[in-house]
Every structure is written in C-alpha cells, then in structure tokens.
C-alpha cells in the first residue's frame, strides 16, 4: 500500500486551520477546507475520515512540537528548585499565550461542547501537562525539594499561579502576547507564592 505523503498531509492541516480560524468549526465544511487547498474530496477524506478528526489533529499540529520543548525544561538534575520552576513558567507563558497557540485555544474551547471533541482535546493538552508537572514535583518532594503533598494538586496550583495574571485578559480577548518583561515578573510571583506554599521549609499536607 502506498505511504501517503507527508508534505501533503502537513499541506491539508494548514489549509483547514486557516478555514477553521477564519470561520470557526461549525460553519466551516470539508468543501471549504479542499477549495483552500486545491483538492479533491476524495484526497481530503483520504487523509481524515471526518471533520472532527481533522479539527483534532489541527490542534494537535500546532502546538506538540512547542509542548515537548515546554516540558522538556522540568529539569529535574537542577538543585535549585526555584529556578527549575521559574524556567518552567517562563516557557509555559510563552508557550500558552503565543499567538498561534492562543488562537487555537480559543477555537477549542469554542467547540469543546460537541460529541467528545472536548475530552480528546482535553487529553493531548491539558491532562498531558498535569501528568508531566506531577511527575516532576513528586520527585522534587522525595528528594526534599518540596515539602510532601498530593503532587497532582500542586501541579494544579502551579498552572493556577502562572495563569492567575493572564488568564482573564486572555478569555476577553484583551492582548495578542503578554510583553516579555511582564511574563518574566508574572513568573516569578507565581513561583514564589508556590514556594511559600510547598517549600521544603513549610509544615503539613
């Protein structure tokens, strides 16, 4: 059987990710997504069964590359818990409020609500993260960088901080990208307050 082509492939996401931007998910249609591209019907259901499929793997497409390398810096070799923590936070920013990424969000979250499009999306993103970020506080808290506790709940808290600044702004649509400077202080406020809450210092579950 002959290997489809990846050039192709790749060409058909960034079509129907301009088509579904452009006109959100319920109104855009596969006619839509192959009059962008320049393709038959045929090649487009070829590649995706269905449109929710294809709207998947557009979130998917865009930001698992950016995803791997945010979470690649939870170092866990670093002594210096804060510091881990602050570069975390500073690529996690980034990573979440570049634009690309908020723009899928968006789109996410505006059609999250139909069949299990939410929950797949749920997995790949946000589950994944969490899973990542208790991974490495539950190691930090063995070896007495952080105090103990349920890991998964302080992972949560951790996200809860860093987006704490920026998350209202973000639903409102009241920034494109958060200015770099602002990030690295947001950052380091939302470590801190993590610090004070579970370092190795603080007493109690």
Request: hydrophobic share 40%; proline share 3%.
């Amino acid at each position: 059987m002959r290997t489809k082509s990846a050039t192709r492939r790749q060409a058909i996401l960034d079509s129907a990710a301009k088509v579904f931007q452009e006109t959100g998910y319920e109104r855009a249609s596969m006619s839509d997504i192959c009059d962008q591209l320049g393709c038959s019907k045929a090649t487009l259901y070829s590649y995706f069964p269905s449109k929710e499929q294809l709207f998947f793997e557009v979130a998917l497409n865009a930001s698992e590359d950016e995803f791997q390398a945010t979470h690649n810096a939870l170092d866990p070799s670093i002594d210096d818990i804060t510091e881990a923590l602050e570069t975390f936070g500073q690529r996690f920013l980034d990573f979440i409020y570049s634009p690309r990424v908020q723009a899928v969000r968006r789109l996410v979250m505006s059609e999250a609500g139909r069949g299990d499009l939410g929950r797949r999306c749920y997995d790949q993103g946000p589950q994944r993260s969490e899973a990542e970020v208790t991974q490495f506080l539950q190691a930090a808290m063995s070896a007495g960088k952080l105090r103990q506790a349920d890991p998964k709940l302080a992972a949560l808290q951790l996200r809860g901080l860093l987006e704490a600044e920026w998350i209202d702004r973000f639903m409102f649509h009241l920034f494109d990208k958060p200015a770099a400077d602002e990030v690295s202080q947001t950052v380091k406020r939302a470590v801190a307050s993590f610090m004070a809450a579970y370092g190795p210092s603080q007493q109690g579950a």
